[in-house]
């Protein structure tokens, strides 16, 4: 064996231990993450009860009553309408930059997606809060605009750019033979899109709409600034407290050791439960289909 094949060999082997390390740390940052949530988080929930912490109504440490109902339906109907806003746009517009704009204005197009998607959070929730919520005050003739609809829409652009990158690469990692052939049998560009490109992008695109929903259910410091942080049941038109803000919102001034501080790490549990639950889903729908 020559010195330059034993060094080259040398050279494989401490990358392949390199990234061995590189994955198995990811990992056991996943796991830390897990388990010091259900340690942190499971106690109050044995203490409050699980019928009255996820099923009461009512959030008021004070009292002592710690339940999460409203949280939880607030950040449902949030991400589920920040999602059927945000996905149809989202996606229309990769479509667009991918298969039928000018490059030249996809070039401007991309530079827009990249800014919004450089704008920090509470950017976001600085604009809604001075623009939005009063515009949804005087049309809707409200004693506040600061609701659940203007969360909605402050949620809806945020999810955009994630969603329009990452389903505009999948689209173009479409081969070029699917197409060609879709438009040598007589489909026009726009038909063989959606019934060709779109359908062999599917797994990326469902990864760009798992990113969105993440992105929508996890977001906190804008969506404080403009849902209003009252812990009702959900309303379009009446201030709202998710779950990420109730969090945020309160976790200075629980006392450390308190039931209150416990309370906030079991509504971290839930919130992590969540998004496990949604990335589960998706990935079982996906791979179904592609079995299928």
């Not at 994955?23 to 010091?36: D, E, K, M, Q, R």
């Amino acid at each position: 064996m020559t010195q330059t094949s034993f060094g080259h060999n040398a050279l494989e082997r401490f990358m392949s231990i390199l990234f061995l390390l590189c994955g198995t740390l990811t990992v056991a940052f996943v796991l830390f993450i897990s388990v010091y949530l259900l340690v942190s988080g499971l106690p109050a929930i044995g203490e409050i009860g699980l019928k009255s912490f996820f099923f009461g109504k009512t959030w008021s440490p004070n009292s002592g009553q710690f339940g999460i109902l409203p949280f939880m339906m607030t950040s449902v109907y949030g991400t589920a309408g920040a999602v059927v806003l945000g996905v149809p746009l989202g996606l229309m517009t990769a479509i667009f930059l991918a298969k039928v704009a000018h490059p030249k204005l996809a070039a401007v197009i991309h530079m827009a997606v990249e800014l919004l998607a450089g704008i920090p959070s509470v950017v976001y929730g600085l604009v809604g809060m001075i623009v939005l919520v009063p515009a949804i005050q005087r049309t809707f003739d409200l004693a506040s605009g600061a609701t659940l609809l203007a969360a909605i829409l402050v949620l809806t652009v945020m999810i955009l750019p994630s969603i329009i990158q990452v389903a505009e690469t999948a689209l173009r990692a479409v081969p070029e033979e699917y197409e060609q052939a879709s438009l040598a049998l007589g489909a026009t560009k726009l038909e063989t899109a959606f019934r060709v490109s779109f359908p062999a992008a599917r797994s990326g695109v469902a990864t760009a709409v798992v990113l969105g929903v993440g992105r929508a259910i996890g977001e906190a410091m804008a969506i404080i600034m403009v849902s209003g942080n009252v812990p009702n049941l959900p309303g379009l038109f009446q201030p709202v407290r998710f779950l990420t803000t109730a969090i945020a919102s309160e976790m200075s001034y629980a006392a450390y050791g308190s039931l209150w501080r416990e309370a906030l790490f079991s509504v971290g549990l839930v919130l992590f439960l969540f998004i496990l639950l949604i990335n589960v889903l998706l990935n079982v729908l996906i791979k179904g289909r592609k079995e299928g």
